[in-house]
Structures are given as structure tokens and as C-alpha cells.
């Protein structure tokens, strides 16, 4: 009988978590869980219904009947598929704000440990290897250096067609978003001492992607 296999990603944003990531589950046929996604499923919701993102009763009022799928590997929020939605500007310079409230944060982490039962899974996120899956067998720390990672975000949002934006403001954004998501008093993003560091700066995709299945590999 085979064990199960659970890989946490984590890191900050840009850092290539999401990419890498994916293509790690196609090659060892793992599901991908992409837990950022779920944050911004909730935030695209509050956004939606002209709740302020400091109104934390009435955030955690909707979070209630709210449901947050994946389905074939695209995000649902109540029923509703919202992949392009979710990836906004506008949903990405709320999201941190709505992350760091201790109950949201809970339901999450209950939601995603359910998820992990049924499979070998890979996920990717903030607290994975720290909060959400501390017993995962194999724990990855994605990172780069915040310039390439506002250059990257920069290339994708003026790709999307996203035009009045410049680097400079992406730039701040992430060190913000950074910020918030690092120093936040309910699992803020770390490295667990036992994840392996990949620094993706000056790395390929490929390359990131053959360290990775190396050293899972290796076991
Ligand atoms: O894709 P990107 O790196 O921009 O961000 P993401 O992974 O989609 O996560 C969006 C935001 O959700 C993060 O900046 C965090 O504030 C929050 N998040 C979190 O708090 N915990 C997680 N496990 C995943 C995301
Ligand atoms: O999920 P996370 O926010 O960590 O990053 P991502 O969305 O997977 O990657 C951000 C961008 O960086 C994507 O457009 C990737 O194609 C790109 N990337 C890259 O150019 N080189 C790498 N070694 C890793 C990612």
C-alpha cells in the first residue's frame, strides 16, 4: 500500500507557488489545492456586497452560508465559477486585510484540512506547512526577491489587459500585502524550520519544478 503523500508550499506573492505547483501535481498526479484562492473567493464576495473590509461581523455574518469549491481545478464561490474574478486588483488589495481576522482564518484551515483527507494532495499557501498540514511529508519555502516578483506580476496584470497600473504601484502593493501577511498575530507567513528554501529568482519554471520533484523524489 502506497502512504499518502501531502506537499505544503508556502510563500510570498509572485514567488511562482501557484505554477510550480500545479505542475508538481500533473507530474506525480497529486490534487492541487490552491488555498490563496479560497481567501480571495471570501474577499470577492465581501467586495460584491459593499461589506467594508473592517466590518468583521458582518464578514463572518456571510461567511456562513457562503461555499467555496474546486471543481476540475477551477474555484467556485456558491455555485458560481470565478477564476478571472478572484485574480483582480481590486480583490488582491483587500484580501490581506480580510485574511488576517482569526475567525476567517479558522473556518479556512478546517476547510482545508478536510480537503487533504480524500487525496494525496499538494497545497499551496501562507501557513501551510506551519498551521494547516504541520505533518506534511515534504514542506517547500517559495520565494524571490520582491522586484522579480513585482516584475512578474506587473507582466501578467498588463497581459490581462490591466493597463493603468505601473510597476512602481505593484511594487508597493506586495511590499504592503508582504507586510500585512508577515506580521499578522494569527499565522503569519514563515518558514517552517523543516521546509526546504527555493529561491526562484533566477531560476527557470522547469527548474524549479525538476528541484522540487528531486528532492521529493529522494524522499
Ligand atoms: O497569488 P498570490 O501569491 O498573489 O496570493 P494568493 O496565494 O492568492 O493569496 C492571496 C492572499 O490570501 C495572501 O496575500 C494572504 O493574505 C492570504 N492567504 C493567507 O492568508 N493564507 C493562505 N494560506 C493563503 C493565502
Ligand atoms: O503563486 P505565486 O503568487 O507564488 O506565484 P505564481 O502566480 O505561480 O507566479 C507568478 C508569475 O511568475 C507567473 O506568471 C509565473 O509564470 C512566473 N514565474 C517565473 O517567471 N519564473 C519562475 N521561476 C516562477 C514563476
Redesign the pocket.
Known sequence: VNKKIIVAV??????G??TISKKIAEVLKLEYI???????AL?LKVINKGINPNDVKSILEIMEDTTIEFINNHVYLDGIKVDEE??KNIV?NH??E???IAEV?KK?VDM?RKLSESNNVIM?????GTV?LPHANYKFFITASVEERARR?YKELLEKGEKDITYDQILIEIKK?DE??ST?EI?P?KKSPDAHLIDTTNKTIDECVNEIIEIIERG
Do not use: C, E
Request: net charge positive; glycine share 10%.
Open positions: 508556502d510563500g510570498p506573492a509572485g514567488a507557488k501557484s490552491d488555498t490563496g484562492a479560497m481567501y480571495r474577499t478572484i485574480r488582491t484580501v490581506s480580510i485574511s488576517k482564518r479556512m482545508q499551496d499557501g501562507r501557513d501551510i494547516v506580476r500585502r500585512i501577511d499578522r499565522a507567513l
